[in-house]
Protein backbone atom coordinates (compact mmCIF):
# COMPACT_ATOMS: atom_id res chain seq x y z
CA UNK A 1 0.00 0.00 0.00
CA UNK A 2 2.83 2.65 1.15
CA UNK A 3 4.58 1.51 -2.26
CA UNK A 4 1.50 2.40 -4.54
CA UNK A 5 0.66 5.78 -2.54
CA UNK A 6 4.45 6.65 -2.99
CA UNK A 7 3.88 5.80 -6.74
CA UNK A 8 0.52 7.73 -7.16
CA UNK A 9 2.46 10.66 -5.11
CA UNK A 10 5.19 10.84 -7.52
CA UNK A 11 2.76 10.85 -10.48
CA UNK A 12 1.06 13.42 -8.75
CA UNK A 13 3.82 15.84 -8.46
CA UNK A 14 5.17 14.55 -12.14
CA UNK A 15 2.43 16.62 -13.55
CA UNK A 16 1.97 19.54 -11.30
CA UNK A 17 4.92 20.13 -12.55
CA UNK A 18 3.85 19.49 -16.16
CA UNK A 19 1.05 21.70 -15.70
CA UNK A 20 3.11 24.55 -14.23
CA UNK A 21 4.81 24.75 -17.23
CA UNK A 22 2.52 25.20 -19.76
CA UNK A 23 3.35 28.30 -22.16
CA UNK A 24 1.53 31.34 -21.55
CA UNK A 25 2.04 31.56 -18.07
CA UNK A 26 3.49 34.49 -17.11
CA UNK A 27 4.76 34.82 -13.67
CA UNK A 28 7.81 31.63 -13.51
CA UNK A 29 7.96 29.95 -10.31
CA UNK A 30 11.33 28.74 -9.40
CA UNK A 31 11.33 24.95 -7.72
CA UNK A 32 13.77 23.89 -5.77
CA UNK A 33 13.77 20.34 -4.61
CA UNK A 34 15.43 19.25 -0.58
CA UNK A 35 15.05 16.20 1.30
CA UNK A 36 13.35 18.66 4.37
CA UNK A 37 13.37 21.35 5.66
CA UNK A 38 16.07 20.51 8.45
CA UNK A 39 19.79 22.36 8.95
CA UNK A 40 20.98 19.90 5.53
CA UNK A 41 19.06 22.23 3.43
CA UNK A 42 19.00 25.42 5.92
CA UNK A 43 20.62 27.32 2.65
CA UNK A 44 17.25 27.65 0.52
CA UNK A 45 15.26 28.20 4.05
CA UNK A 46 17.52 31.20 5.06
CA UNK A 47 17.34 32.21 1.41
CA UNK A 48 13.34 32.06 1.49
CA UNK A 49 12.76 33.69 4.81
CA UNK A 50 15.33 36.42 4.47
CA UNK A 51 14.01 36.79 0.91
CA UNK A 52 17.08 36.79 -0.79
CA UNK A 53 15.31 35.51 -3.45
CA UNK A 54 13.08 37.88 -3.63
CA UNK A 55 15.99 40.32 -3.23
CA UNK A 56 17.15 38.84 -7.15
CA UNK A 57 13.39 39.09 -8.77
CA UNK A 58 12.93 34.98 -7.85
CA UNK A 59 9.52 33.66 -7.22
CA UNK A 60 10.79 30.53 -5.54
CA UNK A 61 9.19 27.69 -4.21
CA UNK A 62 10.98 24.82 -2.03
CA UNK A 63 9.64 21.74 -2.18
CA UNK A 64 10.15 17.96 0.00
CA UNK A 65 10.99 15.47 -2.09
CA UNK A 66 13.35 12.45 -1.96
CA UNK A 67 16.18 12.02 -3.98
CA UNK A 68 15.35 9.84 -6.61
CA UNK A 69 12.22 12.01 -7.45
CA UNK A 70 13.91 14.89 -7.39
CA UNK A 71 16.64 14.09 -9.58
CA UNK A 72 14.14 12.78 -12.19
CA UNK A 73 12.47 15.57 -12.30
CA UNK A 74 15.07 17.50 -12.79
CA UNK A 75 16.54 15.80 -15.16
CA UNK A 76 13.29 15.75 -16.83
CA UNK A 77 13.16 19.69 -16.55
CA UNK A 78 10.36 19.86 -14.29
CA UNK A 79 12.20 20.89 -11.22
CA UNK A 80 14.98 23.90 -11.50
CA UNK A 81 17.20 23.30 -8.85
CA UNK A 82 18.09 20.38 -6.79
CA UNK A 83 20.27 20.70 -3.69
CA UNK A 84 20.66 16.87 -3.12
CA UNK A 85 23.75 16.84 -4.00
CA UNK A 86 24.90 12.90 -4.42
CA UNK A 87 22.08 11.90 -6.10
CA UNK A 88 22.85 14.73 -8.86
CA UNK A 89 26.86 13.33 -9.05
CA UNK A 90 25.20 10.02 -9.12
CA UNK A 91 22.93 10.89 -11.96
CA UNK A 92 25.68 12.56 -14.17
CA UNK A 93 28.30 9.35 -13.86
CA UNK A 94 24.61 7.64 -14.93
CA UNK A 95 24.86 9.60 -18.52
CA UNK A 96 21.57 12.22 -16.97
CA UNK A 97 22.74 16.10 -17.92
CA UNK A 98 22.94 17.41 -14.79
CA UNK A 99 25.72 20.16 -13.31
CA UNK A 100 26.74 21.19 -9.85
CA UNK A 101 27.10 24.78 -10.18
CA UNK A 102 28.43 25.58 -6.32
CA UNK A 103 28.97 23.38 -3.09
CA UNK A 104 26.72 24.74 0.39
CA UNK A 105 27.95 22.30 2.46
CA UNK A 106 31.58 20.94 2.57
CA UNK A 107 31.64 18.46 4.77
CA UNK A 108 29.44 15.73 6.35
CA UNK A 109 26.66 16.69 8.71
CA UNK A 110 26.82 13.03 10.09
CA UNK A 111 27.81 11.31 13.24
CA UNK A 112 27.91 7.80 14.31
CA UNK A 113 26.13 6.81 17.12
CA UNK A 114 26.95 3.38 18.81
CA UNK A 115 26.23 1.00 21.33
CA UNK A 116 28.03 1.76 24.53
CA UNK A 117 30.28 -1.20 24.51
CA UNK A 118 32.02 0.29 21.62
CA UNK A 119 35.01 2.56 22.39
CA UNK A 120 36.41 3.36 19.21
CA UNK A 121 35.22 2.77 15.79
CA UNK A 122 37.58 -0.30 14.93
CA UNK A 123 35.89 -2.21 17.40
CA UNK A 124 32.92 -2.08 14.68
CA UNK A 125 35.00 -5.00 12.69
CA UNK A 126 32.97 -7.26 12.28
CA UNK A 127 29.80 -5.85 13.38
CA UNK A 128 26.65 -4.67 11.74
CA UNK A 129 25.89 -0.73 11.17
CA UNK A 130 23.08 0.76 10.00
CA UNK A 131 22.71 3.19 7.13
CA UNK A 132 19.93 5.08 4.58
CA UNK A 133 20.16 2.90 1.60
CA UNK A 134 22.96 1.23 -0.88
CA UNK A 135 24.26 3.86 -3.24
CA UNK A 136 23.31 6.63 -0.93
CA UNK A 137 25.29 9.51 0.48
CA UNK A 138 25.36 7.78 3.57
CA UNK A 139 26.39 4.43 2.29
CA UNK A 140 29.74 6.28 0.70
CA UNK A 141 30.46 7.80 3.65
CA UNK A 142 30.35 4.65 5.66
CA UNK A 143 32.55 3.36 3.66
CA UNK A 144 34.45 6.05 3.71
CA UNK A 145 34.80 6.43 7.73
CA UNK A 146 35.87 2.45 7.56
CA UNK A 147 39.05 3.07 5.20
CA UNK A 148 39.75 6.20 7.24
CA UNK A 149 40.31 3.69 10.57
CA UNK A 150 41.85 1.28 8.04
CA UNK A 151 38.75 -1.58 7.97
CA UNK A 152 38.64 -2.65 5.08
CA UNK A 153 34.68 -1.47 3.97
CA UNK A 154 33.65 -4.36 1.98
CA UNK A 155 34.77 -7.29 4.51
CA UNK A 156 35.28 -6.30 7.90
CA UNK A 157 31.89 -4.42 8.55
CA UNK A 158 28.31 -5.48 7.75
CA UNK A 159 26.11 -2.29 6.54
CA UNK A 160 22.43 -2.54 6.85
CA UNK A 161 19.89 -0.28 5.09
CA UNK A 162 17.40 0.92 7.41
CA UNK A 163 15.88 4.44 6.18
CA UNK A 164 15.74 7.31 7.74
CA UNK A 165 17.80 8.38 10.63
CA UNK A 166 15.22 7.77 13.01
CA UNK A 167 14.97 3.92 11.38
CA UNK A 168 18.30 3.81 12.08
CA UNK A 169 18.00 4.55 15.87
CA UNK A 170 15.52 2.28 16.01
CA UNK A 171 17.61 -0.52 14.40
CA UNK A 172 20.26 0.58 17.39
CA UNK A 173 17.63 0.45 19.70
CA UNK A 174 16.48 -3.44 18.46
CA UNK A 175 19.92 -4.58 18.87
CA UNK A 176 19.70 -5.46 14.80
CA UNK A 177 23.30 -3.07 15.10
CA UNK A 178 25.54 -1.90 16.95
CA UNK A 179 26.40 1.35 15.28
CA UNK A 180 24.78 3.85 12.92
CA UNK A 181 25.17 6.85 10.81
CA UNK A 182 22.73 9.10 11.44
CA UNK A 183 22.25 13.18 10.83
CA UNK A 184 21.23 15.81 13.86
CA UNK A 185 19.02 15.17 15.61
CA UNK A 186 19.25 11.90 15.38
CA UNK A 187 22.46 11.57 17.37
CA UNK A 188 20.42 13.56 20.82
CA UNK A 189 17.83 10.37 20.42
CA UNK A 190 20.24 8.23 19.94
CA UNK A 191 22.06 9.55 23.45
CA UNK A 192 18.58 9.96 25.28
CA UNK A 193 18.32 6.37 24.56
CA UNK A 194 21.40 5.39 26.12
CA UNK A 195 23.74 4.73 23.47
CA UNK A 196 26.91 7.33 22.16
CA UNK A 197 28.17 9.14 19.90
CA UNK A 198 31.19 8.24 18.35
CA UNK A 199 32.58 10.58 16.48
CA UNK A 200 31.56 13.28 13.86
CA UNK A 201 32.45 12.20 9.99
CA UNK A 202 33.23 15.73 9.41
CA UNK A 203 36.36 15.88 11.22
CA UNK A 204 37.47 13.01 9.39
CA UNK A 205 37.66 14.61 6.07
CA UNK A 206 35.86 17.02 3.73
CA UNK A 207 33.05 15.50 1.13
CA UNK A 208 30.55 17.90 0.04
CA UNK A 209 27.12 16.76 1.30
CA UNK A 210 25.02 19.66 -0.39
CA UNK A 211 25.34 22.06 -3.53
CA UNK A 212 23.29 23.62 -6.54
CA UNK A 213 22.34 20.53 -8.91
CA UNK A 214 20.87 21.75 -12.18
CA UNK A 215 20.16 20.85 -15.84
CA UNK A 216 23.32 21.12 -18.38
CA UNK A 217 20.70 23.39 -20.72
CA UNK A 218 19.97 25.84 -17.80
CA UNK A 219 23.28 26.48 -17.09
CA UNK A 220 23.85 27.25 -20.71
CA UNK A 221 21.03 28.86 -21.80
CA UNK A 222 19.76 30.48 -18.45
CA UNK A 223 22.74 31.76 -16.82
CA UNK A 224 21.69 35.32 -15.48
CA UNK A 225 18.97 33.17 -13.44
CA UNK A 226 21.24 30.44 -12.36
CA UNK A 227 23.75 33.45 -11.22
CA UNK A 228 20.54 34.52 -9.40
CA UNK A 229 19.64 31.88 -7.46
CA UNK A 230 23.32 31.24 -6.42
CA UNK A 231 24.16 34.80 -5.29
CA UNK A 232 20.97 34.19 -2.88
CA UNK A 233 22.37 30.61 -1.28
CA UNK A 234 25.73 32.31 -1.35
CA UNK A 235 24.27 35.11 0.93
CA UNK A 236 22.16 32.58 3.02
CA UNK A 237 25.56 30.72 3.80
CA UNK A 238 27.35 33.46 4.86
CA UNK A 239 24.45 34.70 6.91
CA UNK A 240 23.96 30.88 8.92
CA UNK A 241 27.62 31.53 9.09
CA UNK A 242 27.67 35.10 10.41
CA UNK A 243 24.72 35.66 12.53
CA UNK A 244 23.70 32.12 14.44
CA UNK A 245 20.80 33.55 16.38
CA UNK A 246 18.82 34.75 12.88
CA UNK A 247 19.64 31.08 11.37
CA UNK A 248 18.21 29.25 14.41
CA UNK A 249 15.36 30.93 14.26
CA UNK A 250 14.35 30.31 10.97
CA UNK A 251 15.86 26.72 10.89
CA UNK A 252 13.08 26.40 14.19
CA UNK A 253 10.22 28.16 12.24
CA UNK A 254 10.98 26.50 8.81
CA UNK A 255 11.32 23.01 10.03
CA UNK A 256 8.90 23.00 12.82
CA UNK A 257 11.32 22.42 15.69
CA UNK A 258 11.78 23.11 19.52
CA UNK A 259 14.43 26.14 19.54
CA UNK A 260 16.36 23.86 21.89
CA UNK A 261 16.48 21.49 19.00
CA UNK A 262 17.28 23.73 16.49
CA UNK A 263 19.89 25.32 18.37
CA UNK A 264 21.58 21.78 19.03
CA UNK A 265 21.56 21.18 15.33
CA UNK A 266 23.04 24.56 14.64
CA UNK A 267 26.09 24.10 17.09
CA UNK A 268 26.50 20.71 15.49
CA UNK A 269 26.73 21.60 11.81
CA UNK A 270 27.09 25.45 11.12
CA UNK A 271 30.39 25.14 10.79
CA UNK A 272 30.24 22.73 7.60
CA UNK A 273 28.63 25.46 5.42
CA UNK A 274 30.66 27.13 2.84
CA UNK A 275 31.72 30.37 2.61
CA UNK A 276 32.07 30.48 -0.90
CA UNK A 277 30.88 28.01 -2.30
CA UNK A 278 33.94 26.37 -3.72
CA UNK A 279 35.87 23.21 -2.13
CA UNK A 280 39.30 22.13 -3.78
CA UNK A 281 40.10 19.92 -6.79
CA UNK A 282 41.24 17.04 -5.29
CA UNK A 283 37.37 16.95 -3.20
CA UNK A 284 35.67 16.66 -6.03
CA UNK A 285 37.60 14.22 -7.08
CA UNK A 286 37.49 12.14 -4.54
CA UNK A 287 33.52 12.62 -4.78
CA UNK A 288 33.66 11.12 -7.91
CA UNK A 289 35.92 8.11 -7.51
CA UNK A 290 33.69 7.41 -4.23
CA UNK A 291 30.41 7.70 -6.42
CA UNK A 292 31.96 4.99 -8.55
CA UNK A 293 31.74 2.22 -6.11
CA UNK A 294 28.28 2.29 -6.88
CA UNK A 295 27.85 3.23 -10.45
CA UNK A 296 29.07 0.94 -13.09
CA UNK A 297 30.43 3.08 -16.32
CA UNK A 298 33.30 2.58 -18.58
CA UNK A 299 33.46 6.19 -19.33
CA UNK A 300 36.11 8.58 -17.87
CA UNK A 301 34.30 11.64 -16.10
CA UNK A 302 36.28 14.09 -15.06
CA UNK A 303 35.89 17.19 -12.33
CA UNK A 304 34.68 19.19 -15.14
CA UNK A 305 32.14 16.96 -16.46
CA UNK A 306 30.41 17.27 -13.10
CA UNK A 307 31.07 21.10 -11.83
CA UNK A 308 31.36 24.30 -13.22
CA UNK A 309 31.62 26.76 -10.82
CA UNK A 310 32.10 29.74 -12.84
CA UNK A 311 29.28 31.71 -12.23
CA UNK A 312 30.08 31.12 -8.58
CA UNK A 313 33.33 32.92 -9.09
CA UNK A 314 31.97 35.25 -11.19
CA UNK A 315 29.75 36.60 -8.17
CA UNK A 316 32.79 36.34 -5.83
CA UNK A 317 35.43 38.06 -8.20
CA UNK A 318 32.24 41.21 -8.39
CA UNK A 319 32.54 41.16 -4.79
CA UNK A 320 36.10 42.09 -5.00
CA UNK A 321 36.31 38.52 -3.36
CA UNK A 322 39.87 36.49 -5.10
CA UNK A 323 37.95 32.80 -5.58
CA UNK A 324 40.22 29.64 -4.61
Known amino acids: MKARMDFLRNIF ?65 NLDYNLILQSVVTANLRGLPLKVAGILIERPNHVVVAHPSIQKFADLKGKKIAISSFGSLVDILARLTAAHFKLDPRSDVQYVAAGSSSARVAQLQAGVVQAAFVTPPGNLRAEAAGFKSLLSVGNLFAFPVNGIGLHEQKLRNERDEVKKVTRALLRSNRFILDNPKGAVKILAAWGRSKPEVAEEAYQFTAKNYSRNLLVSRATLENVIE ?32 TAK
Open 13 to 77: IAATFLILAVPGVEAKTIYIGVSNPDMSFLSGGVAKFQGYFKDEGLDVEILQMNANVSVAALAAG
Open 290 to 321: STRWNVETKKKITVDDVFDFSLAREILKEMGE
